[in-house]
């Protein structure tokens, strides 16, 4: 429309070299450039906050694509450990984490993908949140696998990390394409660092956790349909399945823990599939097939060993996702 002989479109600013008009109302266009300024450093510190948001995660997704990267395997049973996915899924899916994650932090360094590169690091800390949710649900006690290692186990902690790191992801999104400058640099370790800290102010579980199920000590264990017998001497029963990646992981230090006393492998799955398993990583330990063994007992999932005395009755029993886990039971015997 034409206004006053200013050329003007709807509520957009259109300059005719004299006046501007804005929200409607017609201005001298140097007044318009000054407002636009101003309107623009307005936006500017969300704009750098944003921007760094995507440089911090740059340097979070980075290093904790390495951490995985030094040992896939262990990655590979963390993932088992969350027991969403198959111990074959399990496997497939550590190497696609680790490159997504590379891939991610690549697409957030420079500002023209930074925007696919936001989206993309949402929909991984979504899938991150999601498993960690769900094992705090059903209180598996289970490593994060977030930065590799044992140690950084599933907490209240790890789930508000996740959703922090989600909502810089978020942020890289908003920056758009805006160049990087100097102060992104100072901010970005800030916001790094409050993602990364913070949660640890809070208290590892909300709650006790229940009870694992199980068998407790003094109880019998019972084996296809009845009680363990006696035996002369203690025994290290190891609850595996072939499908397990976890369980895979455990097998060296039940081994090892054979050179010691007496260890019996237990599954619930075919003998033609269980003796190849075993076959296939060198172990040589007998094996007794019982389908009904993780009913009769309350065992919700493998790996879990229990420790038997003499008589049949437990003396100690518990999941052993980790090797030092079942050192950790036989200290307990």
């Known amino acids: 429309m ?20 804005v929200s409607g109302a017609v201005v001298p266009d140097g007044v318009a450039a000054v407002l636009g300024a101003a309107y623009q450093d307005a936006l500017s510190p969300g ?7 995507s440089l911090g995660l740059v340097v979070v997704l980075l290093a904790a694509a390495l951490s995985k990267a030094r040992d896939v395997r262990a990655f590979a049973r963390d993932i088992a450990g969350y027991r969403l996915l198959s111990g074959r899924l399990a496997t497939a899916a550590a190497p696609g984490v680790i490159a997504a994650e590379v ?27 999601t498993a960690i949710g769900s094992a705090l649900g059903r209180r598996l006690d289970v490593a994060c696998g977030c930065f590799g290692g044992a140690a950084d186990r599933v907490s209240v902690r790890t789930l508000v990390r996740t959703g922090l790191l989600l909502v810089l992801a978020l942020m890289a999104v908003l920056a758009g394409d805006a160049p990087f400058e100097p102060v992104h640099v100072l901010l970005a ?30 109880e019998p264990f019972i084996l296809s349909g009845r009680q363990a017998g006696p035996r002369p001497e203690p025994v290290l029963y190891a609850l595996i ?18 050179r010691r006393m007496n260890v019996v492998l237990v599954t619930a799955a075919d003998a033609e599939e269980a003796r190849p398993y075993l076959a296939g990583h060198g172990v040589d330990l007998p094996l007794v097939v019982d389908a009904g063994v993780f009913e009769a007992n309350g065992i919700p999932w493998p790996p879990y060993a229990v420790v038997t005395g003499r008589d049949g009755r437990v003396l100690a029993a518990g999941g052993v996702p980790a090797p030092a886990d079942v050192a950790s039971l036989l200290a307990r015997a």
């Open 241 to 258: 399945s072939p499908a397990c990646g976890l369980c895979t992981g455990v097998l060296p230090a039940l081994t090892d823990a054979a």
């Open 189 to 218: 370790p800030l916001l790094t660092a409050a993602a990364l800290l913070a949660p640890a102010l809070l208290p590892a579980r909300i709650s006790s956790p229940a009870l694992p199920p199980g068998p407790r000590p003094g």
């Open 2 to 21: 034409i206004h006053d002989g200013v050329a003007t479109s709807g509520g957009a600013v259109v300059g005719d070299g004299v006046a501007t008009q």
């Open 47 to 53: 704009s750098a906050v944003c921007a760094a948001a």
């Open 103 to 129: 891939v991610t932090a690549a697409l957030l360094g420079f500002p023209g993908t930074r925007r696919w590169g936001g989206v993309l690091a949402a929909l991984l800390f979504t899938t991150f949140l």
